[in-house]
Every structure is written in structure tokens, then in C-alpha cells.
């Protein structure tokens, strides 16, 4: 009688095998004593359960207190952060990792801790535990995927930002950041598709025109990057600086006339934010159109307002003055110049252009037999 269970119980090796989580054993033990028929099931199934429950607030007790002495260290932490003692943070950390080391407060702090000592091993190590911990939180692989990839772990952090995009597909600012880690991996293509489709997903999100106009004028693709600055001038009209990248794009293109208009639309709205480079394009744009009458006004207004005085800007404002047909205005935007730059054959050169009959003798240096005579 008493044999048979006694093998019965040598036949469950697993059930025992579950004592080292300190909660079942004791549940093996009792269920096989009432195989036995040593204990009444019925009679002392109260004091089964109280062995039972007291069998595990052990390990229920010692894990919140090995919580709870986590976050005291993680506090501690915190504290000889902001004090700037990095190092015994570091140590308070080792402490809270060693209490728990799931604790995910402990893997933030540490990242941060770690960067500012300039341990980039621990600083990449701890940003990959804080991924592990929140594998389901798209804003937790979204940041720490950008930080791996501002450190050069690209492979990593593609596949970070990657997840991210996964678990909120229609998030634009998710996208935006995977195209933007694609473009610094060199994966052009892949990121010019991940912002077109989040456009498509996201058609009412005003950030993803920009985002693709600045894509595309990047890659020197400067019709779509046109055509996206022009969407998102839409919903923003009087922004600034959108207006001169789209005035750019479109001398770039060659489409001279389009970008004399947007130039002028910006320096009509706020004329000091626009570069000087930015004007030099204007000017050539008014010229290359002929509106000489702008293109003077325009490099006029460099040559008066910039910071040196150049000898092209010269040189460009003696030539509108010339084709505007406004020779004593040429020959004094030249006498000018040539102050400053005797010898430029490019100045030099326009000497005659500028000159008339009526003018030429009076207007030209004397020689010096006239200077003898004098």
C-alpha cells in the first residue's frame, strides 16, 4: 500500500524539479501525502492552502524589496548626477542593477550617466538594454534608434527607428526620422519611398511636404523639390524661408522667371532674410530674364549693404547700367572700381564701352604731354 505511491512520487522528478521557484514544492508535497493517504484531503485542504500561500510570500517579498532597494539606489543615482559625481552614480547604478536587473529606470540613467563620462561601450550598452526592455513602446525604439545612429551604430538603429515605424506605421514623425537614418547610410532610394509612403499615409500632416521637398533638394532633384516647397507653401504662404528655397529650386532649374518672382516675394515680406548669395542668384535671375532695371537695383543694393565690396558685383552693376543705357551711371559705378582694381582686365575692358564722343576726351586720364603742358 504504502510502496506504490512511494514510486509514484520517484516517477515525478519534474514536479520537483520546480522547487527552485520557491512557490510550487510545497503543493507537490501535499498532493502526493494525500496519494499516500498519510494526510485527509478533504479534512485539511484549509491547512494545505495556508502552506501553500505562506510557501510563497517569501519570494514576493524579497522581489518587492529587491524593487524597492533598485529604485532607492536609481534615486541616489539621480541625485550624485545632478551633483555632477559621475562616478559614484555609476557605482549607485551598479548597486540597482545588481537589486534588479530588469529595472528599466536603471538602463536610462546609465545611458546618460555613461555618455557624459565618455564610456561609449557602456553608453550603447545601456541604450541596447533600454531597447530590450521596451520592445512594444514605438517612442522608446524611436529615440534610443536615433541616438545609435548618432553614435554610428547605423545597423542597430535603422533597426530601432525600423521597429518604431512598425508598431505606429502612420506616425509621420517615425517615418521622417527612418528616412532621414536611410539617407545617412546612403540608402537614398529607401528613404525617398519611406517618406512618400508616409505622405500617402498621412495626407493631411503638413510636416511631410517639407520633409520631401528637403529630400529631393538634397539628392539635386530640383523639379520634385520645387513641386514639394510649392505644396507646403500652400497650407503656410507667408512662410520665409520655404519661399527662397523654392526661389533656389527654381534657378537651379533655369527657370529664371519663376525665381525672380519668389525672390521678390521674399525680400518684399522680409528683406533681411535673404542671403547675400541669395541676392547674387536674384540679380543674375533679373538679368538673364533682362529686367535690367531690377537686376541694377538688386546689385546696387549689395554693393551699397554687403559686407566687401566685390569686384563681380562692380562689374555686373557697370554692365545694367550699361544696357540701361545710363552711360554716366556706368562710368562712375567703373571709375570706382577701377579706384580699387587699376589693372582688371574685365574692368579695364569696359572703359570704351562706357565712353561717348561727347565724353570719351573729357572722361579719359591725360597723357602726359598734356600733363607737361599743365
Not at 527552485?20 to 496519494?35: D, R
Not at 506605421?169 to 508616409?198: V, W
Request: charged fraction near 25%; aromatic fraction near 6%.
Amino acid at each position: 500500500m504504502i510502496g506504490r505511491p512511494y514510486n509514484n512520487i520517484r516517477r515525478r522528478p519534474s514536479a520537483l524539479s520546480v522547487a527552485c521557484s520557491g512557490q510550487v514544492i510545497l503543493v507537490t508535497i501535499a498532493s502526493c501525502l494525500c496519494g499516500c493517504g498519510l494526510l485527509d484531503r478533504n479534512h485539511h485542504k484549509e491547512e494545505v492552502t495556508q502552506i501553500v500561500t505562506r510557501g510563497q510570500q517569501p519570494l514576493s517579498v524579497s522581489t518587492e524589496r529587491s524593487t524597492e532597494d533598485a529604485q532607492k539606489h536609481v534615486q541616489r543615482a539621480n541625485e550624485l548626477y545632478s551633483q555632477g559625481r559621475l562616478r559614484d552614480a555609476q557605482v549607485a547604478l551598479g548597486s540597482a542593477y545588481e537589486a534588479a536587473p530588469t529595472l528599466t529606470a536603471t538602463f536610462e540613467l546609465a545611458a546618460r550617466v555613461a555618455l557624459d563620462l565618455g564610456d561609449m561601450p557602456a553608453y550603447r550598452a545601456a541604450l541596447q538594454q533600454t531597447l530590450d526592455a521596451y520592445p512594444e513602446s514605438a517612442a522608446v525604439q524611436n529615440t534610443i534608434g536615433k541616438r545609435l545612429v548618432e553614435n554610428g551604430r547605423w545597423e542597430e538603429g535603422v533597426k530601432a527607428l525600423n521597429r518604431a515605424h512598425e508598431l505606429v506605421p502612420r506616425n509621420a514623425k517615425f517615418a521622417r526620422d527612418l528616412a532621414a537614418a536611410c539617407l545617412d547610410t546612403s540608402a537614398t532610394e529607401l528613404a525617398g519611398q519611406m517618406l512618400t509612403q508616409a505622405m500617402r499615409r498621412n495626407p493631411q500632416d503638413t510636416t511631410m511636404p517639407i520633409a520631401l521637398a528637403r529630400f529631393h533638394e538634397s539628392s539635386e532633384n530640383w523639379q520634385e523639390a520645387a513641386r514639394y516647397y510649392g505644396v507646403a507653401l500652400k497650407t503656410d504662404t507667408d512662410n520665409p524661408s520655404w519661399r527662397r528655397q523654392l526661389a533656389r529650386c527654381h534657378y537651379n532649374l533655369g527657370d529664371y522667371a519663376s525665381a525672380c518672382d519668389a525672390y521678390s516675394a521674399c525680400i518684399d515680406s522680409d528683406t533681411s532674410s535673404v542671403s547675400l548669395t541669395e541676392y547674387a542668384e536674384f540679380g543674375d535671375a533679373c538679368l538673364r530674364t533682362g529686367d535690367v532695371e531690377r537686376a541694377q537695383i538688386v546689385y546696387d543694393g549689395i554693393s551699397r549693404y554687403g559686407p566687401v565690396r566685390s569686384r563681380e558685383v562692380e562689374l555686373l552693376r557697370t554692365i545694367c547700367a550699361v544696357r540701361r543705357k545710363d552711360l554716366p551711371q556706368a562710368r562712375s559705378i567703373l571709375r570706382d572700381a577701377l579706384a580699387l582694381w587699376p589693372n582688371d582686365e574685365d574692368l579695364l575692358g569696359l572703359v570704351d564701352v562706357t565712353a561717348d564722343d561727347d565724353t570719351a576726351e573729357k572722361d579719359s586720364p591725360p597723357t602726359s604731354a598734356a600733363a607737361q603742358k599743365k
